[in-house]
């Protein structure tokens, strides 16, 4: 049996209950806790899982407490090592039973994309808030089945967006909304690397449900949405690929793309996996520009304007998009750039244009 075969089987994809009965789902529901800290499990427990997980050290409103993976190995190690009880651990078959933990509020899905909406669907119905790691779902498809689930289920859906609360990226938002920039009139986004192993399943369209785009694409996808303030109403795409070996049929290389917008400003992006260094968002208006370089990556993002350097502490971006959700879901705090389950959709309807784009070499209207 392939490696990916063996991944989903353990990962309980083929075996779903998605129509489990939850009786009285708000009244399960926890309350504000008395000491406001929230209770999170990871689901997934690979490297950008333990990236989370190290981060979560330092939040002051939000704890690690539970775990879900299909390695036992793998459970016993986060346990001696965060001190995880094992009532709070599961795995993918027996998570389900997740309902019956009062002591977890939320699950944060690091898993591979096409896990993202089965596993959305089953905590949802068990209950729980789910945090989906970006992507949020292979498609605006599944990513309308997941809004809508945990809209049922009287759950939050939040999207792994770190920048929506990076302190530099939000200044340059402020400085945008404010009008310091003038019109904005045009958007630059490169995103990109070259990637490695050509095993890992991120060049699994089975698991990924692409290549770059999906990756590292959907990060000036987003970045073009929250630095114009505005929803495109186009877009046109082409791909290249230069090793069609490592890059199989469905497994997007490189793909360069633009977007229209109501205001009559444009954008113009790059997602690769075959050129390093890219990471860099530009804004330009009639008054000024902004510029990001690194833009995205986790080390400290270094921005200035037509004005000079934007100065701000670096904190581990998911040390602060954790406190920022416990925030959401605990307050009800409403941050500046959304992360919730619309906001996610947003872009998987951009990204589905993108790939029309592609495949009919024209242009795809939104909206």
Known sequence: MSNRRIFLKKAGISTLALSLPYANTLSAMHTLHEDKVLRVAIMGLGSYGTRVAEAMKDCKRAKLVGVVSGTPSKISDWQSKYGIPAKNCYNYETFDQIKDNPDIDVVYMTTPNSLHKPHCLRLAAAGKHVISEKPMALNAAEGREMVAACKKAGVHLLVGYRMHFEAKTLEV??????????????????????????????????????????????????????????????????????????????????????????????????????????????????????????????????????????????????????????????????????????????????IDAIYEAVRNGGKVKLG
């Open 173 to 350: 938002v402020r400085q945008q909304r404010a009008g310091e920039f003038g019109e904005t009139l045009f958007f630059q986004g490169l995103s990109g690397f070259r990637i490695g192993d050509p095993t890992q399943w991120r060049l699994d369209r089975e698991l990924a449900g692409g290549g770059s785009m999906m990756d590292i694409g959907i990060y000036s996808v987003n970045g073009t949405r929250y630095m114009l303030g505005e929803e495109p109403v186009w877009v046109t795409a082409q791909e290249s690929k230069t090793d069609p070996v490592k890059f199989k049929e469905g497994v997007d290389e490189t793909i360069t793309f633009q977007m229209g917008f109501p205001s009559g400003a444009m954008a113009s992006c790059l997602s690769t996996y075959a050129l390093n260094h890219l990471d860099k968002f530009f804004l330009n208006g009639t008054k000024g520009f902004a510029e990001m370089q690194p833009s995205t990556g986790y080390g400290p993002i270094k921005a200035w304007t037509n004005k000079g350097p934007i100065e701000r502490e670096h904190i581990t971006h998911q040390t602060t998009q954790m406190d920022e959700m416990a925030a959401i879901i605990l307050d009800g705090k409403k941050p500046l750039i959304p992360v919730d389950g619309e906001e996610g959709l947003k872009d998987l309807v951009i």
